[in-house]
């Protein structure tokens, strides 16, 4: 079992053609039982007069009407505490998840049934066999275990290839830090600024976190898992290999991981979820190699069908072609780029954190940063607020690191002005789970807004 | 909705593209039929019912993997 590179070879490595033709067979039974008993896609369906009987090609997947977040935020308004789009009640799921809150949103609840979870879980184990976890690792999940539903797919999809699962919940990051290194981790699982907190905290104890039996590093919750400076960054710091992933509370579970080639991108799971790519203004499909919003339709959550769920995600989808693994499934290029509602225009230019971040990481003197958007006067002005590592000792340093910093910033920017200051020791927000580290303090922050139909 | 694999013009069953199937998938389909026949019953003590839905949805999945059969269990307790 162990020696097999993939963890479903039937469809990891299908024809193109074969995939497809599998992905149309499922999209028409979810556009059915869907349609049966989902209240919202009950309706939704009616409106658009589509039904499965019309979905004769793939090209027939834009007939079927988008998913939007508003839409779920409604219906839970309009059918409290669960909405409209699960198919049953609670009495039918063993489990309830919450999105993170980190958009200061209406959290989402998520409903999962026995097999939704067991699917979940499946999902993860494509991507952990497809990293080079197998059942002799050990692996040490430092998440917070909590009603958000972070690793925990992970954990349960770890039990199910059968590796040995610490869960490392409820815990300090010292405590963490020791359990890794003690227990003899050999993956750990971990968002990418908690990948670097941890390495600080063992350098900060004396650990040899390199020297230790970490060999994997898996990374998801945030876009920096595939910003190359950061994934550098933490490669260094851990003397492991680092492996991008990333899912959404709305599927349950991840929809993209990236292998041992590490191609520049990450595969789709494509036999289980069907990725769209469309431009978000006219939501034409892009083609290959064009960024656009990824739209989603899962097949493999019972409780809670989603079609065509528009995800704010900008995406660049490549050919599967451009990795050598063997995989004929699709790949995103450089993983999720970023959220079409994090971009910011300041004096017309675009700023997204992703693009702020890759020029940050750098610089690995850079312990934490701070991006933060204000009006003075009657203009716009950005900030980057830096904390260095062993900053006391290091002042001498940081008026080359800032000049740097401005340089490369202004020049990724069209030339405007970042204002880089630094921070006192220990003032800049840490985090465990999602970073959030663009602040927009303007009276009106002016997000891309993307106009999609309900 | 058609519950488990379909069967074709000639004597096994097929999968979801209308192939038909491999000896162990057979194998595999007739475990997860097995297990869907039990876990709709109403009669079985409760350590049997929740043991038969859990396993249930694990070979649900790799049914559901291979392409065999692509249905929602919550009919079945799962």
């Given at each position: ?82 909405g409209t789009l699960p198919v049953a009640g609670p009495e039918a799921a063993i489990r309830l998840h919450t999105t993170s809150g980190t958009t200061g949103r209406t959290p989402l609840r998520a409903l ?343 | ?78």
């Amino acid at each position: 079992m162990a020696d097999q590179p993939y963890w479903n070879p039937r469809t990891e490595t299908m024809a193109r053609e074969e995939l497809e033709a599998l992905q149309l067979a499922k999209l028409r039974r979810v556009v059915a039982y869907a349609g049966e008993r989902s209240p919202h896609y009950r309706a939704a369906l009616a409106k658009a007069g589509v039904g499965p009987q019309d979905l004769s090609t793939m090209a027939d997947l834009r007939r079927l009407p988008f998913t939007t977040r508003q839409e779920w935020m409604e219906g839970q308004d309009l059918r409290p505490p669960y909405g409209t789009l699960p198919v049953a009640g609670p009495e039918a799921a063993i489990r309830l998840h919450t999105t993170s809150g980190t958009t200061g949103r209406t959290p989402l609840r998520a409903l999962d049934s026995r097999k939704d979870w067991a699917w979940a879980a499946d999902m993860w184990c494509y991507g952990m066999w497809a990293m080079g976890v197998r059942p002799h690792d050990l692996a040490y999940l430092a998440f917070g275990y909590g009603s958000f539903i972070g690793f925990w797919g992970l954990h349960y999809g770890l039990e199910k290839l059968g590796a040995l699962v610490v869960p490392g919940g409820a815990q300090t990051t010292e405590s963490r830090v020791r359990q890794i290194v003690e227990f003899g981790a050999t993956v750990v699982a971990t968002t990418p600024t908690y990948a670097l907190r941890l390495a600080q905290c063992s350098r900060d104890l004396g650990l040899d976190l390199p020297g230790s039996a970490v060999r994997t590093v898996v990374l998801s919750g945030e876009p920096a898992g595939s910003i190359p400076e950061t994934k550098r960054l933490i490669e260094d710091q851990w003397g492991a290999r680092a492996y991008d992933t990333a899912g959404m509370t709305e599927i349950a579970t991840i929809f993209m991981f990236e292998c041992l080639h590490q191609p520049g991108g990450a595969h789709i799971i494509e036999d289980h979820v069907l990725e769209e790519v469309v431009d978000p203004v006219t939501d034409e499909p892009v083609p290959y190699g064009e960024m656009g919003e990824r739209v989603v339709t899962s097949f493999g959550r019972s409780m809670i069908p989603l079609i065509r769920y528009r995800t704010s995600d900008l995406v660049v989808k490549v050919p599967a072609s451009r990795c050598s693994c063997g995989r004929t499934f699709d790949i995103y290029e450089g993983g999720v780029l970023g959220r079409a509602d994090d971009m910011r225009l300041v004096r017309g230019t675009n700023v997204y954190p992703r693009a702020v971040e890759s020029i940050v990481r750098a610089r690995p003197e850079i312990d934490e940063f701070q991006v933060r958007i204000v009006t003075e006067g009657i203009r716009d002005e950005i900030y980057l607020r830096c904390e260095l590592h062993d900053q006391a000792a290091r002042a001498a340093e940081w008026p080359a690191i800032q000049a740097w910093l401005a340089d490369a910033l202004a020049g990724a920017h069209e030339g405007l002005r970042f204002r880089v200051e630094l921070a006192e020791p220990g003032s800049l927000p840490r985090f465990e789970l999602k970073a959030k580290r663009l602040v927009d303090l303007r009276a009106a922050s002016r997000p891309l807004t993307l106009e999609v139909a309900p | 909705m058609r519950a488990t694999a379909g069967y074709g013009a000639g004597a096994g069953p097929t999968d979801l593209l209308g192939r038909p199937v491999e000896d162990a998938d057979a194998e595999l389909l007739e475990v997860y039929a097995r297990l869907r026949h039990l876990a709709g019953r109403d009669d079985l003590p409760p350590c049997v019912t929740a043991n038969v839905r859990h396993a249930l949805g694990f070979v649900g999945v790799a049914v559901t993997d291979l392409g065999l059969v692509f249905e929602h269990l919550l009919d079945r307790g799962t």
